[in-house]
């Protein structure tokens, strides 16, 4: 690699030296050990205020934009930054070299994101091929990007956004149909990922060609200049999915990439300590880079597990109040050996204490100085054996229970037998096994159970056991996919009975229109909300993602909804619910149409503040939520 000793006048040599060691897990003896990096000029849209129209476009402006932030962050900023050029095109490319559209923001604080699945079927998936990066999706665009640095700017350029193969594979099939063909079709998912990581590592070789680093470190991995890693791969679904699958078809691909490129980072997002054995199972696992979102206990977990097997770079954005974030974060961390801070301050918005974001007003650079005091600080007490903070998490997992319980909502006047029948329903809806479901509910039925009480006595109580499970840490997404999935199978058979007399249409609790607010592309706990609200009786118009508050209105109009149903996950669309909630005044369907929103950074006291009825916070909810608004009981109708 030729690495940057010297750039613009500033001496990289001193920080080099520290990173070197964070890398090589050396021993830690001051605070000043601790390589703190913290980018101020992020190279993604999201959270920055001031970047060019054409920073998408035009390699000479994402280019002249990261150095011109550089060097004015080497003038103001205390750290251990080393600069790198990031041709950053969100993270859809390796998606957009096997076909899947890429959306091309609109707003100068948005990035380009794939906006919809390109596999629906397994013929979709059969029809892949790998990409040529040299003609395919947006791969180009990277290498002209990377092609540009490296003839005109003094800054050396690394890889552009990695997304690993089971988010790359999530945005071409949709998450949730991905975690369900896991459990379907395991041989057709085994085989997308052996496609996948092909291509990812063909994709990585192609670039390191055109920037001209060895294979097994790089000029800049996510923000970080990496002398002990070649690759990295962002595995933000790992949030989402249960260990055994993780196990099964992710760890085989992850450690083939680090052995090829001698050592890799895992990135995710949020609390991965399901995951530990996972992780320590990975080859060559060089770094894991989190975002623990202020989850200090999970932090705290993540840390002794991994002990020093893996150096650990903190990549949360700016807390609004570093002076506490950090004594909490780091109250559980005994030794300090590999920890590298490597932040984002973001322009326009700063994380609270709990990992939610809320909009500020401030100046990067003095934020950027504030993080690096506070650490060196919290550092410095820890190593003089001082207790800062938060006592040391415990580590304590969620407690095993039992799933097999008795059904509560049986009545007292069931026979032995009806209990029973009820609660086969419910086991065989927590086994995800649909073709049993079936058969239970249709004995259930031979016992002279009514359709409702199958519902409410058999699969509402299985469907309220998988939420409680999912709360508690037990259940992941895939389970929940697959739950919704295999009410749905026992509904087949419930549906026709439920009909009104002469062959009406199916009862319905109430019509539903429901989407991601304008801007934002997060569909997962969306498309729960929708498995939810169908498997729950409601009727539902699905409009998708991005979807702008005029259209929220027409298809409330259209479908004569009584609910409006918005999702978001970004902090910077929330606006879209408030002016979703104007335009249905404006329209004049306040009267008739009930608003309920939801998602991660959304809360109550939200809700309240832009005057909408319902919130809940988890899809589960969302059905008892959706109930109360339509005041409806099973059997009401539309
Ligand atoms: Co993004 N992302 N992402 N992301 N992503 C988050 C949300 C983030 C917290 C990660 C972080 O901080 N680093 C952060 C948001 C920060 C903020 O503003 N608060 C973030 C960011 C910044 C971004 C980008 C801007 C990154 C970039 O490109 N620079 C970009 C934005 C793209 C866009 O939308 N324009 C982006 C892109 C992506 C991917 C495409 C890679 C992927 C999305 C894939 C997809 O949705 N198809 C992705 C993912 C997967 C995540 C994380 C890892 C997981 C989100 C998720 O699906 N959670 C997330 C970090 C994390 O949480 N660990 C992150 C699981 C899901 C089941 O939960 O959606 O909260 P959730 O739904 C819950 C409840 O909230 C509730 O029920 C669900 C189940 O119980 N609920 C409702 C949801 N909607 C409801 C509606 C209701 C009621 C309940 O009534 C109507």
């Given at each position: 690699m030729g690495e940057l000793t010297e750039w613009r006048g500033f001496d990289l040599r001193p920080r080099l030296a520290k990173i070197q060691r964070a890398f090589a897990r050396a021993e830690v003896t001051s605070a000043d050990d601790i390589p703190i990096l913290v980018n101020t000029p992020c190279y993604f849209a999201f959270g920055s205020t001031d970047k060019p129209p054409d920073y998408f476009t035009n390699p000479a402006s994402m280019v002249d934009y990261q150095a011109r932030g550089y060097e004015k962050h080497l003038h103001l900023v205390d750290d251990d930054y080393v600069p790198y050029f990031m041709p950053w095109f969100g993270t859809g490319v390796l998606a957009s070299g096997f076909g899947s559209k890429v959306h091309i923001p609109e707003e100068p604080g948005d990035d380009p994101a794939?906006?919809?699945?390109?596999?629906?079927?397994p013929a979709d998936a059969a029809r892949l091929k790998l990409p040529d990066p040299y003609r395919d999706g947006w791969m180009p665009r990277v290498l002209d990007a990377i092609d540009y640095a490296r003839a005109y700017s003094d800054l050396p350029p690394g890889l552009t956004d990695m997304q690993g193969p089971l988010d790359t594979l999530g945005l071409m099939c949709g998450q949730a149909r991905l975690f369900q063909w896991m459990y379907q079709e395991p041989q057709m998912v085994h085989e997308l990922f052996e496609l996948v990581t092909q291509a990812f590592i063909d994709w990585v070789k192609v670039q390191k060609q055109h920037i001209g680093?060895?294979?097994?470190?790089?000029?800049?991995l996510q923000g970080t200049v990496s002398p002990g890693a070649g690759v990295w791969e962002s595995d933000d679904d790992l949030v989402l999915i249960d260990p055994g699958l993780y196990r099964e078809f992710v760890v085989p691909h992850v450690s083939r990439i680090f052995t090829e490129f001698g050592g890799g980072s895992v990135h995710f997002c949020g609390n991965g300590t399901h995951h530990l054995e996972n992780l320590l199972r990975i080859q060559n696992l060089a770094v894991v880079n989190n975002s623990?979102?202020?989850n200090f206990d999970a932090f705290a977990h993540l840390r002794k597990g991994l002990g020093t097997h893996a150096t650990i770079q903190i990549q949360d954005a700016s807390p609004v109040d570093p002076e506490s974030y950090y004594p909490r974060l780091l109250a559980g961390v005994d030794d300090f050996r590999g920890i590298m801070i490597a932040m984002f301050v973001l322009d326009n918005a700063g994380m609270d204490n709990q990992g939610g974001y809320m909009p500020v007003n401030w100046d990067p650079y003095q934020v950027a100085n504030r993080i690096v005091k506070s650490v060196r600080e919290v550092v410095a007490k820890r190593l003089a054996g001082e207790a800062d903070g938060r006592p040391a998490a415990d580590g304590r997992r969620p407690s095993t229970v039992d799933h097999r319980g008795q059904p509560s909502a049986v009545g007292s006047r069931s026979s032995t037998e009806q209990v029973a029948a009820l609660k086969e329903v419910r086991d065989r809806l927590i086994d995800f096994d649909g073709k049993g479901l079936q058969e239970a509910i249709r004995a259930a039925l031979a016992t002279g159970l009514a359709p409702f009480d199958i519902i409410i006595g058999g699969m509402a109580e299985g469907m309220s056991e998988v939420g409680r499970l999912y709360e508690a840490g037990e259940f992941f997404l895939p389970q929940l996919v697959m739950a919704g999935a295999t009410m749905q199978e026992g509904m087949a058979v419930l549906q026709p009975l439920l009909q009104g007399a002469g062959g009406a249409a199916p009862v319905s609790k109430g019509r539903v229109v429901l989407g991601t607010v304008k801007g934002d592309l997060h569909d997962i706990g969306k498309n729960l909300v929708k498995l939810m609200l169908e498997g729950a009786g409601f009727e539902v118009i699905d409009l998708g993602v991005d979807v702008a508050p005029e259209k929220f209105v027409q298809a409330a109009q259209a479908h004569d909804a009584r609910l409006v149903a918005m999702s978001a996950l970004l902090t910077t669309t929330l606006r879209g619910m408030q002016q979703t909630v104007e335009a249905l005044e404006a329209a004049g369907l306040r009267d008739q149409v009930q608003v309920m929103i939801g998602g991660a950074p959304v809360s109550r006291e939200y809700a309240d503040q832009i005057g909408a009825e319902g919130y809940a916070p988890s899809a589960v909810q969302a059905v008892a939520e959706a109930e109360r608004l339509l005041r409806t009981t099973v059997g009401s109708g539309q």
């Open positions: 794939v906006v919809e699945p390109l596999i629906t079927s680093e060895p294979l097994d470190c790089s000029n800049g623990p979102l202020g």
